[in-house]
């Protein structure tokens, strides 16, 4: 919402957008809709258009969606909703073109990027207008001051030097010092330990759940993808077909922390809001983390709430 007033704000959005309705933004949809969309885009707009054919087409879906199922959308930006479906914030996230969409739980939001023309703009005005000059005036009592002496006469009056004496054993000259910054030296032995400490974990730490290879396979492997197993993605290669396996490319953090929850009874109070669920063909099913459906890649998880926990989790005896 910082970025879509701010936004609004240097007029860089449509009118569709500043001045939404149900009809202008599904027109702003319309407008804004490329078939070079992004991979993640494609599965926002298939979850908010609710197109559950892989064949069917997005602008035609588009076209087509009741017009009175953009009023959340609206009200979310005229402030009358303060906790909107995620699918909708994805979708206004989409619409004014969010650098951090989709939304990922790793990282910061909130910070307002500075203009780059006001930063020039202030150094202008730091800078001093006039050159500054080399040489200055000079005053009326420095033109009184009496000559220097120049080297030339300095030598012609120098006395003369006495002789001088050369030791038979002289004391030897001790080498100049060289100081090394012994701040610098420590951070780097300490940079140096924490990239071992990083290596032997990487190599030594192994999940323990559903034999998931080691984090060091994951990242290390070029052109990786994985595959959902029932409850856990397994690493395979991209190349080549696996008959009607969903093969999607490797997601690091998907591949070591999505799991099914395969005993939901072992779900405790404590795990409402981190736990996600989704209702599907009559089953609720259970996972580990937020996204969309490891099969049904259009329809996304919700977090869990005390209501299902009760209903479906540990109902009232």
């Known amino acids: 919402m910082q970025d879509y007033e701010k936004k609004k704000a240097a007029n860089q959005l449509s009118l569709y957008l500043s001045q939404p309705t149900p009809a202008s933004l599904r027109k702003a949809c319309m407008t804004n809709y490329d078939d070079k969309c992004s991979r993640k885009d494609t599965i926002v707009l298939r979850t908010f258009f609710d197109i559950k054919d892989a064949q069917d087409s997005i602008e035609h879906a588009i076209k087509n969606y009741e017009v009175t199922k953009f009023k959340p959308l609206q009200n979310f930006l005229n402030g009358k909703i303060a906790e909107p479906s995620s699918v909708t914030v994805e979708l206004l996230a989409w619409l004014i073109n969010f650098e951090g969409r989709p939304f990922d739980s790793r990282k910061t939001y909130g910070e307002i990027r500075v203009n780059e023309d006001s930063d020039a703009a202030e150094r202008e005005q730091t800078e001093p207008s006039e050159p500054i000059s080399d040489t200055e005036p ?23 030097k006495p002789e001088q004496t050369i030791p038979e054993n002289p004391a030897p000259i ?16 300490f940079a140096l330990a924490l990239v071992s400490i990083a290596g032997y974990w990487l190599v030594k730490k192994r999940p323990s759940k559903n ?24 690493q395979i290669a991209c190349v080549p077909a696996h008959g009607d396996t969903l093969v999607v490319a490797l997601d690091s953090a ?10 939901p009874d072992t779900i405790t109070a404590k795990d409402i809001g981190k736990i996600w669920y989704l209702k599907l063909n009559g089953n609720i099913e259970f996972y580990t983390a937020e996204g969309f459906h490891p099969i049904e890649t259009t329809r996304m998880l919700k977090p869990l709430t005390a209501y ?10």
Not at 181 to 187: F, T
Not at 216 to 222: E, K, M, N
Not at 308 to 317: L, R
């Open 138 to 160: 000079i005053s009326s009592e420095q033109e009184n001051i009496p000559e220097v002496p120049t080297n030339e006469t300095i030598e012609k009056v120098e006395p003369p």
């Open 211 to 234: 034999n998931v290879p080691a984090i060091q396979t994951v990242f290390t492997r070029i052109g990786a993808c994985m595959y959902w197993n029932g409850d856990h993605y397994e």
């Open 254 to 263: 998907r591949f070591l922390h999505f799991r099914k929850i395969m005993l």
């Open 174 to 189: 001790p080498a100049p010092s060289r100081k090394r910054p012994l701040p610098k030296i420590i951070l780097g032995i």
């Open 308 to 317: 299902i926990f009760k209903k479906y989790i540990h109902p009232a005896n």
